[in-house]
């Protein structure tokens, strides 16, 4: 009788103990160790700038944050879609906005071509409307891609007011006869054929990144985003391969991150480094293709620190 107590007691106790864990419990427990990327709202606007409206994602943290907003600048021909995953991770502590250039993404298209200070103007009218820079607000830090990092560079040199900290991955400075070779081969306009064969090419381009792990659907998502600005995806590269970075690069006042990483653009962003007066370098290993798609918490721990160190650069 007593090993049957014994037994019922053990029943009990194992029951007791199913029922308390519960699948809640357990993905409480589970997610105290996962990047609270799903508590971040995304939001989608529209702002008048000088070449019409001008579109913005904006990535907003459940909790209130001391943190500047940090504003991203995308690559060429792609939009602010081309951050959503870094959007996510960078914006659990801070505000993220993400501005489509004029002519690509959903913002509107100018009616001639820009120079990059066209395109920084429209975005400083942009912010100064969303209420950031000088007696509006306080200022934000920028982080541009390849045609972005040109962007938020004079955008920077322009309205320091505006602008506290800069971050430049892969920055596109070329000089000389190497800048006129860039102009003669991205800088003009392209076909739309009859039997569809520019859309091949297109999607060559937004799928370089498979080998490295890209999945199909992103891919498609990429593809999807730049056939938004054709047959005009080159204008913008017409303000990048006319930009004097040689002779603006000095003019930054703010601290600046440059960062580098195995694929492209690593010789180009090291030469550009001794202009910045305020610049340091970083490098990222193991990143080639497709980083902000398939390495964002890299880049969130590269760039988080530097906008959080608030001591002389």
């Given at each position: 009788?007593r ?11 194992m029951?007791?103990?199913?029922f ?11 997610s ?7 508590s ?10 000088p070449?019409g409206?001008?579109h913005?994602?904006i ?8 943190h ?6 995308h ?5 602010g879609?081309y951050?959503l ?10 505000i ?19 120079s ?9 009218a942009?912010?100064?409307a ?7 607000g306080?200022p934000v830090?920028?982080l ?5 990092t040109?962007?938020?560079?004079e955008?920077?040199i ?6 506290r ?7 596109p400075?070329?000089?000389g006869?190497?800048?006129?070779k860039?102009?003669?081969d991205?800088?003009k ?9 520019h859309?091949?090419k ?5 799928a ?17 985003d730049?056939m ?16 004097p ?5 000095g003019?930054?006042?703010q601290?600046v ?11 180009e962003?090291?030469a550009?480094?001794p ?11 193991g ?8 390495a964002?918490?890299?880049?969130v721990?590269a ?10 650069q």
């Open positions: 009788m090993l049957h107590k014994n037994h019922v007691f053990l029943f009990c106790f029951m007791l103990a199913l308390s864990f519960t699948p809640d419990s357990a993905a409480k427990s589970h105290s160790t996962e990047p609270k990327t799903s971040v709202v995304i939001e989608r606007d529209f702002i008048p700038g070449f409206q001008v913005v994602r990535a907003r943290p459940t909790a209130k944050t001391q500047p907003p940090l504003v991203l600048f690559p060429t021909p792609y939009s879609d951050f995953k870094f959007m996510r991770l960078m914006a659990s502590d801070r993220v906005i993400a501005i489509d250039t004029p002519g690509y993404g959903d913002s509107d298209r100018p009616k001639k071509l820009q990059i200070d066209g395109y920084a103007e429209s975005a400083a942009v912010l100064n969303m209420g950031h820079g000088g007696e509006r306080p830090d920028l541009g891609y390849h045609t972005g040109l962007i938020a560079t955008l920077a322009r309205h320091p007011g505006l602008v900290k800069l971050v430049l991955p892969g920055l400075f070329f000089t006869e190497a800048r006129q860039a102009y003669q991205n800088a306009p392209e076909p739309v054929t009859p039997d569809g064969s859309l091949a297109k999607w060559g381009f937004a370089a990144a498979i080998d490295a792990g890209l999945s199909l659907d992103r891919a498609q998502e990429h593809f999807s730049l938004q600005c054709y047959p005009h995806c080159w204008e913008a590269y017409h303000g990048v391969f006319t930009y970075a040689e002779e603006r690069f003019a930054v006042q601290p991150l440059l960062i580098t990483n195995d694929g492209s653009l690593k010789q962003t090291e550009a480094l202009l910045f007066p305020q610049a340091k370098l970083m490098h990222i290993d990143v080639t293709l497709g980083g902000f798609d398939l964002p918490e890299k880049y721990a760039i988080r620190p530097f906008l959080e160190n608030d001591t002389p």
